[in-house]
């Protein structure tokens, strides 16, 4: 399990749900920076929060730091920079989670084409970290050309789009017997750990797994 300073708002909601999505993407909370703002321009946090954050990161060494918030490309190369470590926004982590958990040929694929549009927009900041090697994580891609690269993520998604279209369209073959036979559709929605996946197993006799870890399931399930 690889290990984080997380930081988050200060407040008990915020706190709870945010180590719930480190400890959902396997991620071990070892400290806490509590802020009552997290949009400042250049890093998100102020400049002596930043220095705090470095103090305490040189001293407990985490392997990522998770900020709880969506941060611009440039607030993430910023911090990195400073910090020298992989930084983790909100939608990174959520989409690291949604990974983790995707079952079904569909479900992976969406989080697939998730991951490609987050990359696309930080292709650009995220090569030229690279070339000056101060990029931590990076998977080693710093040699491509920064059009290259763009070129190999619009490949990669158009290829995923295609695949999710043919689903799709199996998909509505099915839904298109089911209205010919007759059944109503319903449909069950609402927030994560919200109680959805154990509603649906009273109504149908089903045993789909159930948790108070967030995002435990992804895919969708019809019965009857």
């Not at 969506?70 to 911090?79: D, E, F, H, R």
């Not at 149908?204 to 969708?220: A, D, I, Y």
Request: charged share 30%; net charge positive.
């Amino acid at each position: 399990m690889n290990s984080a300073i997380l930081i988050t708002y200060d407040k008990e909601d915020a706190v709870t749900e945010a180590v719930g999505l480190c400890d959902a993407a396997g991620i071990q909370v070892i400290h806490t920076i509590k802020q009552h703002f997290l949009k400042k321009p250049k890093y998100g946090i102020s400049g002596g929060v930043l220095e705090k954050l470095a103090e305490i990161a040189e001293k407990l060494k985490p392997d990522v730091i998770v900020f709880d918030e969506i941060l611009k490309p440039s607030q993430n190369y910023n911090l990195a920079s400073v910090l020298h470590r992989e930084i983790l926004d909100r939608e990174a982590l959520i989409l690291e989670i949604f990974e983790s958990r995707a079952s079904s040929a569909e479900s992976k694929l969406q989080v697939k084409l998730a991951q490609l549009r987050y990359e696309l927009v930080r292709a650009k900041e995220k090569v030229r970290l690279s070339s000056m090697g101060e990029q931590p994580g990076f998977m080693g891609i710093g040699k491509f050309e920064i059009d290259v690269y763009h070129d190999d993520i619009k490949h990669r998604m158009q290829s995923v789009k295609s695949k999710l279209e043919k689903a799709g369209k199996q998909r509505e073959l099915h839904r298109q017997g089911r209205k010919r036979l007759g059944f109503k559709t319903i449909s069950l929605a609402g927030y994560t750990s919200s109680g959805k996946t154990t509603l649906f197993n009273k109504i149908t006799g089903e045993s789909k797994e159930q948790s108070k870890s967030l995002f435990t399931t992804l895919s969708t399930t019809t019965r009857r």
